[in-house]
């Protein structure tokens, strides 16, 4: 008799079974699943829709000495997709859901597989299960045998296919599961481990409770601890998880308490192993400690604190080493977060004396615009409400002439609309007649006139305020490009009688933003 004789007779044998005889049913499931690990062509079809599942279903329902062995053949049958619906149309997921109680562990290993496998990519059926309360004893399999791997590896899919889900996530946020995962993180016997460890953190972690929860309970830090235990190698899959560990981290920082936590005043483990990965040779690392220090900057006092602590030369350092055909994201990245360490007053004064707009002005040679539009809007934090550093660069002609450039950019309207916007800020912000004779000699002023017909009202308002300051200070300067554009007459009238919230007033001392309050008596 050939083998698909003996499954045909097994199944036929299982089918008529009136009763269900745990001696008699045994060999028929022996042979069964001997074809099923064989991977017998057709096999795991042939057992489908031989009628024999609804049998399979009751033998575990009755939780007999058998339940083992028939959930170890759903499991393996369970590898062919064809059979899933009709292994839940049977009920058999419904049936082996109790057996997630058992304290056997084998038990809990064939139950484990069969009923991820029958609900792989099923979402119904997925979110059927975390309604049924599965979270919970996933959860606490793996604390009451954190060392049986394959149970482990198990739950642990089972999870990553859970915990995109909300409920699930809920589910989770009640039962302190960082601790798990964190041990289970530093006993991946592999990267394929740890690759579904940091998928399940980061999954979980776009959850604003989790987040915080994962920074009380030493995510960070255990993040930290193996993106250290695998720098310096080579291997891909460690590179690899060096990377999706970085960008979990960053994700981590999103959250505010989160991120103040990690901070922890600048002397957190978390904070100073950022600050190494600035000054690593991997570029991925690289990214994401910039990525990171923009996120630590997100309030005055952290951004007060960093400076005391020495960030910003580091930042530079970085910046200048991918200035040449670098790498664009890290530039990116390494702007903003010189953007926003720029944002507080004080910390405006003290970059500008330890010289950052003259070492960020390396990178006016890029030719990339992500660049060109972040360095233009870190250059404009930095003269907001700053008069010194607005003299500074709106002095310095090779910036003016490379603004000019950018204002004509054809093909990135972001980096029209910045450079424009920075123009505007060097004139409100210097109110210096010195800058406005520079900036009307690099031809700026039709940018600016442009600019006041935007359809964008902010970008109006910063136009026309540095036009009539501009007018104000030095009105010869600007003779020629409002003669061209005939808007002399235009501008004599807004500075008789404003229109908008911001009026201009000269006197000795200089000139004046005040707010308008009506027509000049």
Same mark, same amino acid.
């Given at each position: 008799?050939?083998?698909?004789?003996?499954?045909?007779?097994?199944?036929?044998?299982?089918?008529v079974?009136?009763?269900?005889?745990?001696?008699e049913l045994?060999?028929h499931l022996d042979?069964v699943?001997?074809?099923?690990l064989?991977?017998?062509?057709?096999?795991?079809i042939?057992?489908?829709k031989?009628?024999?599942?609804p049998?399979l279903?009751q033998?575990?329902q009755?939780?007999?000495?058998?339940?083992?062995?028939?959930?170890?053949?759903?499991?393996?049958?369970?590898?062919e997709a064809?059979?899933r619906?009709?292994?839940?149309e049977?009920?058999?997921?419904?049936?082996?859901?109790?057996?997630?109680?058992?304290?056997n562990?084998?038990?809990?290993?064939?139950?484990g597989?069969a009923?991820?496998?029958?609900?792989f990519?099923?979402?119904y059926?997925?979110d059927?299960?975390v309604q049924?309360?599965v979270i919970?004893?996933?959860?606490?399999?793996?604390?009451?045998y954190?060392? !049986?791997d394959? &149970?482990v590896?198990?739950?642990? $899919? %089972?999870?990553? @296919?859970?915990?995109?889900? +909300? =409920?699930?996530?809920e589910?989770?946020?009640?039962?302190?599961?960082?601790?798990?995962?964190?041990f289970?993180?530093?006993?991946?016997?592999?990267a394929?481990?740890r690759?579904?460890?940091?998928?399940?953190?980061?999954s979980?972690?776009?959850?604003?409770t989790?987040?915080?929860q994962f920074a009380e309970?030493?995510v960070?830090?255990?993040l930290?601890?193996?993106?250290?235990?695998?720098?310096?190698?080579?291997?891909?899959?460690?590179l690899?998880?060096?990377k999706?560990?970085?960008?979990l981290?960053?994700?981590?920082?999103?959250?505010?308490?989160s991120?103040?936590?990690?901070?922890g005043?600048?002397?957190?483990l978390?904070?100073?192993?950022?600050?190494?990965w600035?000054?690593?040779? !991997?570029?991925? &690392?690289?990214?994401?400690?910039? $990525? %990171?220090i923009a @996120?630590?900057a997100?309030? +005055? =006092?952290?951004?007060?604190?960093?400076?005391?602590?020495?960030v910003v030369p580091?930042?530079?350092?970085?910046?200048e080493q991918?200035?040449?055909e670098g790498?664009?994201s890290?530039?990116?990245?390494?702007?903003?977060?010189l953007?926003?360490l720029?944002i507080p007053?004080?910390?405006?004064v003290r970059?500008l004396?330890d010289?950052v707009?003259?070492?960020?002005k390396?990178?006016?040679?890029?030719?990339?615009?992500p660049?060109?539009?972040?360095?233009?809007?870190?250059?404009?934090?930095?003269?907001?409400?700053?008069?010194?550093?607005?003299?500074?660069?709106?002095?310095?002609?090779?910036?003016?002439?490379?603004?000019m450039?950018?204002c004509?950019?054809?093909?990135?309207?972001?980096?029209?609309?910045?450079?424009?916007?920075?123009l505007?800020?060097?004139i409100?912000?210097?109110?210096?007649?010195?800058?406005?004779?520079?900036?009307a000699?690099?031809?700026?002023?039709?940018h600016?006139?442009?600019?006041?017909?935007?359809e964008h009202?902010?970008?109006?308002?910063e136009?026309?305020v540095?036009?009539?300051?501009?007018?104000?200070i030095?009105?010869?300067?600007?003779?020629?490009?409002f003669?061209e554009?005939?808007?002399?007459?235009?501008?004599?009238?807004?500075?008789?009688?404003?229109?908008?919230?911001?009026?201009?007033?000269?006197?000795?001392?200089?000139?004046?933003?005040?707010?308008?309050?009506?027509k000049?008596?």
């Open positions: 008799m050939t083998d698909t004789d003996c499954l045909c007779e097994a199944l036929k044998a299982i089918s079974s009136t009763e269900l005889i745990e001696e045994k060999p042979t699943l001997a074809a099923l064989e991977k017998k062509k057709d096999a795991a042939d057992v489908a031989s009628g024999i599942l049998i279903a033998a575990l009755r939780k007999s000495s058998l339940s083992c062995q028939v959930a170890l053949v759903v499991a393996e049958m369970a590898r064809a059979v619906e009709p292994c839940i049977a009920g058999l997921v419904k049936v082996l859901v109790p057996h997630l109680n058992s304290d562990q084998e038990m809990l290993l064939n139950s597989r009923i991820g496998r029958i609900c990519d099923n979402a059926q997925q059927q299960l049924s309360g919970p004893r996933l959860v606490s399999i793996m604390r009451a954190p060392d !049986n394959p &149970l590896n198990v739950c642990l $899919l %089972a999870l990553c @296919n859970l915990a995109d889900m +909300d =409920s699930a996530r589910a989770l946020a009640q039962l302190d599961v960082a601790d798990v995962l964190i289970q993180l530093k006993q991946a016997p592999d394929e481990r690759h579904v460890i940091l998928e399940i953190l980061g979980l972690g776009e959850s604003d989790l987040k915080l309970s030493g960070p830090e255990a930290s601890e193996m993106i250290r235990s695998l720098q310096g190698g080579s291997d891909p899959h460690d690899c998880s060096i999706i560990a970085s960008n981290m960053v994700s981590l920082l999103l959250g505010d308490e991120m103040q936590k990690c901070f005043e600048g002397s957190g978390v904070y100073q192993d950022v600050l190494s600035l000054q690593s040779s !991997n570029t991925q &690392l690289q990214l994401s400690g910039a $990525l %990171a @996120n630590f997100r309030n +005055d =006092s952290n951004c007060v604190k960093m400076l005391d602590l020495g580091h930042i530079l350092t970085l910046l991918h200035v040449d790498d664009v890290v530039q990116h990245a390494g702007l903003s977060a953007r926003n720029a007053a004080t910390n405006k970059m004396e010289g707009t003259d070492r960020i390396t990178l006016l040679r890029s030719d990339m615009p660049v060109q539009f972040k360095l233009l809007g870190t250059l404009r934090m930095m003269v907001d409400g700053h008069e010194e550093a607005a003299l500074v660069l709106g002095r310095d002609a090779d910036l003016l002439d490379r603004i450039e950018w004509e950019a054809k093909d990135h309207a972001g980096v029209r609309g910045e450079a424009s916007r920075l505007a800020a060097l409100r912000h210097s109110q210096n007649s010195e800058v406005v004779r520079e900036v000699r690099a031809n700026g002023i039709r600016l006139i442009s600019m006041a017909s935007s009202v902010i970008m109006q308002n136009a026309l540095a036009l009539a300051i501009a007018s104000a030095d009105i010869e300067s600007m003779k020629d490009p003669g554009a005939d808007l002399l007459p235009m501008l004599k009238k807004m500075l008789e009688d404003p229109v908008g919230a911001v009026e201009v007033k000269c006197h000795e001392g200089g000139v004046e933003l005040c707010e308008y309050e009506g000049h008596q």
